[in-house]
């Protein structure tokens, strides 16, 4: 575990973000594993998991045993990386990662603890008070022979000298760089939020949004997420029931429908799906989301502008997933994966600023409508 801190303490930083909200590790001693350790990984949810089986006894006595653990180490390193983080230059940080060691110099470093320990204390080391015990001195007592406190005639420091007490750190971004990059944040300073399994998301083949109004006025209106791979998209709803549920009281999805992306094609339109990040007692400065989105070319507005006047009048709509075969046609939807939410967003692409949660669905190169007489878009 030591190893692990150092890495993530020292080897990943503001160029390296990470994709899901929790990553957890598991590990266990193992019979079945022989020499190196062995690694599974998987992803569920917003979350990651990484589970280590190592023997019983990890012999790394000779120099070729011990290199094997520090090549292993930098494969578990860029492993975790490929999985459960976004790197914008993944090819360039791999490279030194496993060349210059990065941060990942330090936390293998850590590995080769027990050679300082065998230097110092022996190769035996006694390290709690029962190892010193011995069948001569099992009786004998040692009381305490100081009359004094320890630190007596020291000089003090700390609060009555002026200067800063031990324990106490101070600020680590000035505030006036504190916009100047994730890369001078400490890591409590920055929290990520995330509903989006990527590996799924990668698999599923989001291509399409469908709109459902049934004839009985009192009936919600439904969106379907149109996937080319259904059992794929099915699973991701699947867990969604488990981490949102069948019903969003909560509010944890964050679905936003942003209109007005195109002057060339007004109605153009993107669908983003994310996450509403639970800030109650966060002391965080900044805040990293993950989304997914997708872009609706239709010839008309009518499907959408149905949809929306449903949802306005009812208060609530159902997402659930649908079947795109060929990439064009909606099939049944899968009814049993519905989840009734009431939170939607509905903006026109010049109202949404540059820090807005949901300017991840503009592009650089997007020519947004700007109704007449607006002066001075995205506030």
């Known amino acids: 575990m030591g190893v692990l801190e150092s890495f993530f303490a020292t080897g990943v930083g503001g160029d390296v973000i990470p994709s899901c909200s929790d990553l957890s590790f598991l ?17 569920k949810g917003g979350g990651g998991d990484v589970k280590i089986k190592h023997p019983e006894t990890l012999n790394l006595d000779s ?3 011990r290199t094997a653990f520090h090549s292993w180490l930098i494969d578990l390193f860029a492993q975790i990386i490929t999985r ?39 190769q035996s080391p006694r ?32 609060d009555k000298a002026g200067g ?39 698999k599923a083949g989001w291509n399409g949004t469908a709109y459902i109004i049934f004839e009985d006025p009192k009936r919600p209106p439904c969106m379907a997420l149109g996937f080319t791979n259904a059992e794929v998209g099915q699973a991701i709803f699947e867990e969604w029931h488990v981490t949102v549920g069948k019903i969003d009281s909560d509010e944890k999805l964050r679905v936003s429908i942003i209109t007005g992306i195109d002057k060339k094609k007004p109605f153009s339109y993107r669908v983003v799906i994310g996450v509403n990040p639970q800030l109650k007692d966060s002391q965080s400065k900044f805040m990293i989301t993950a989304s997914r989105i997708s872009r609706m070319d239709p010839s008309t507005n009518t499907n959408l502008s149905n949809f929306l006047e449903r949802y306005k009048r009812i208060g609530w709509y159902v997402l659930l997933p649908g079947h795109l075969k060929d990439g064009t046609t909606f099939s049944e939807p899968f009814w049993k994966y519905g989840i009734s939410t009431r939170k939607l967003m509905i903006r026109p692409a010049w109202q949404i600023s540059e820090n807005d949660p949901d300017a991840v669905g503009l592009q650089s190169d997007d020519e947004p409508i700007i109704p007449e007489g607006i002066d001075d878009p995205y506030p």
Not at 130 to 147: C, G, I
Not at 170 to 192: I, M, Q
């Open 27 to 43: 590990i266990t001693p193992s019979d079945f594993a022989s020499d190196l350790p062995k690694c599974s990984f998987s992803q």
């Open 63 to 65: 120099r070729d045993a």
């Open 84 to 122: 459960f983080f976004f790197v914008p230059n993944l090819e360039d940080y791999i490279t030194r990662l496993a060349r210059d060691e990065l941060g990942a110099g330090r936390a293998v470093m850590t590995s080769d603890i027990d050679i300082s320990i065998r230097n110092v204390l022996g």
């Open 127 to 158: 390290l709690s008070l029962v190892d010193w015990k011995s069948d001569e001195h099992m009786d004998r007592r040692f009381p305490l022979l100081r009359k004094s406190p320890w630190n007596e005639g020291l000089k003090e420091t700390g």
């Open 164 to 202: 800063i007490p031990i324990g106490q750190k101070t600020d680590a971004v000035p505030a006036s760089d504190e916009s100047s990059g994730l890369d001078k944040l400490e890591h409590r300073n920055v929290r990520f939020f995330s509903l989006i399994n990527q590996s799924l998301w990668d």
